[in-house]
């Protein structure tokens, strides 16, 4: 047990601690980082036992592996992004914009969820365990109306639990009376902990909230959501401060006016992060998608200068995206540049290239770039693509739309190599595309057989490019 407890408050930028709260650290001057800390005298000083000792080191192969043991949500992109499943006693956080579709996601991913194969299986109600400090129980039952849930149901035995408090001392309570075959606490900025001053949403709050959910989770086995919004003041009491507690970290993405949503590891310690799963909001809940290429790409305009195609990679999975350019004479005095779902200084980067080397000259031209869909493109495959869609914007000359490109751009203007070739031509074959300019250094490692038909050119640098795309039409 723990020893004699102080709280003191500690500023997160600085590590300035104090025995009462301030606005502002007077150390470093900023505001608004004070945290409450539970300072813990140690055992030794206040005269207990040690428990030097106690502590028993096991042989590794005494130890039984948890490895297969994975529950299926049924929800396939959502166990994607977990890694092939829920691992029993982890905790996961998910984290989001408000609004963005959270609770849906949970609610929709354990509505029916029995846990079966889970040490927690078969439990009295034998469904999950929703803890709701936002939303009222009738509020809940109303969404899952709306999402059909009800009449989805497979398993008429496991009936969903709601709980709706905020005392994480009374959830866990409840939860060790229950013992679910999983625990959602939404969200983790709503619930505070009797043992800390302050109020829920502060970082020392949260903080020690989702420390006390991980011990309770691998105490007990059993999985733990928790939702976490992301604030507006940015990192501070929001997921960020979480992300090295919890097991996984998901974050859940798309812009209010589009319908898709991607759902984002950007942490996980039983699986592969950079994994997405793509999902799209409609009144009846989020619908998975499973071939996103074909909907990001299905309103293309197929003969419209400035739109290219795009092989991108996102974590291990190949993704078809469209991007934009339009680049038109300038009406103020000074060029714009403005760079939506691509970096805009990898963008910039790109047009200067483009000036430099193959004397495009956009000087007193406005270049925006598009990524459609709503979609982030973080990887630099993209380049080629982006200088592409410039150049067909400025001179008015259409891309084939059968057309995709993938490569990275140095700044000599060479075109490097990019990683997993084959995968992004395997995946545009399939929805039908037939030509490709590549990494003439993929092009050389790749085997003509798996090419599926296409025609494929390589080039070195953007001439080379530029040459292919547009020297024919
Ligand atoms: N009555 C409704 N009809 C249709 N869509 C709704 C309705 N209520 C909420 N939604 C959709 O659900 C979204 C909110 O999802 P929610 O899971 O509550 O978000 P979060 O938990 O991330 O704050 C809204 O942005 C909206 O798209
Ligand atoms: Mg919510």
């Known amino acids: 047990m723990p020893g004699k407890e102080k709280i003191v408050y500690q500023c997160q930028a600085c590590g300035y601690s104090s025995p009462k709260w301030l606005g502002r650290c007077p150390d470093c001057g900023q505001w608004n980082t004070m945290a409450e800390e539970r300072l813990i005298t140690p055992r030794r000083a206040l005269g207990v036992t040690s428990s030097l000792g106690q502590a028993r080191p096991e042989p590794l192969s005494s130890i039984t592996s948890t490895a297969g043991k994975r529950i299926s949500t049924k929800i396939e992109e959502l166990d994607r992004v977990l890694g092939g499943g829920i691992m029993p006693g ?141 604030t507006k003041e940015g990192a501070i009491a929001g997921p960020r401060v979480l992300e090295h507690i919890v097991d996984t970290v998901l974050y859940f993405e798309g812009q209010r006016s589009h319908s898709f949503r991607i759902l984002r590891t950007v942490k996980n310690r039983f699986g592969s992060t950079n994994e997405i799963g793509v999902f799209e909001m ?84 406005d270049v925006f770039l598009n990524v459609v869909g709503g979609l982030k493109i973080e990887e630099t495959a993209v380049d080629l693509a982006v200088a592409a869609a410039a150049i067909s914007s400025l001179r008015e000359k259409k891309i084939p739309p059968d057309l995709f490109i993938f490569g990275e751009v140095g700044l000599s203007g060479e075109v490097r190599a990019v990683n997993n070739a084959e995968l992004r031509i395997r995946e545009a074959a399939k929805i039908g595309l037939r030509q490709a300019i590549i990494p003439k250094a993929n092009l050389e490692k790749i085997k003509s057989e798996r090419n599926g038909g296409l025609r494929i050119t390589g080039v070195g640098n953007l001439n080379e490019a530029i040459e292919a795309l547009f020297s024919s039409s």
């Open 90 to 230: 982890s905790v996961v956080l998910v984290g989001g914009d408000p609004g963005i579709g959270k609770s849906t996601l949970l609610l929709q991913a354990l509505f029916s969820f029995d846990g079966t194969g889970s040490k927690n299986a078969g439990t009295e109600n034998g469904g999950a365990l929703y803890v709701s400090a936002e939303e009222s129980p009738e509020q809940i039952k109303s969404r899952a109306e709306r999402l059909g849930l009800e009449t989805a149901r497979a398993n008429k035995a496991a009936q969903l639990m709601i709980l709706s408090e905020i005392s994480l001392e009374a959830i866990l309570a409840a939860a060790e009376k229950l013992a679910p075959p999983a625990l959602v606490i939404d969200s983790i900025q709503t619930i505070y902990t009797e043992e800390l001053p302050g109020a829920p949403g502060s970082v020392g709050q949260v903080r020690d909230c989702a420390a006390k959910l991980m011990h309770f989770a691998k105490r007990s086995g059993t999985p733990v959501f928790i939702v976490g919004h992301v």
């Open 282 to 365: 409609s009144d009846s809940g989020l619908r998975e998608v499973a071939n996103p290429s074909e909907i990001f790409l299905a309103e293309r305009p197929l003969d419209a200068a400035g739109s290219v195609v795009a092989a991108s990679m996102e974590g291990t999975r190949p993704l078809l995206v469209e991007i934009q350019a339009l680049v038109s004479p300038t009406s103020f005095g000074v060029a714009r540049r403005s760079a939506l779902g691509v970096d805009s200084q990898r963008a910039n980067l790109i047009l200067a290239v483009l000036e430099k080397i193959s004397g495009v000259h956009l000087a007193g031209l």
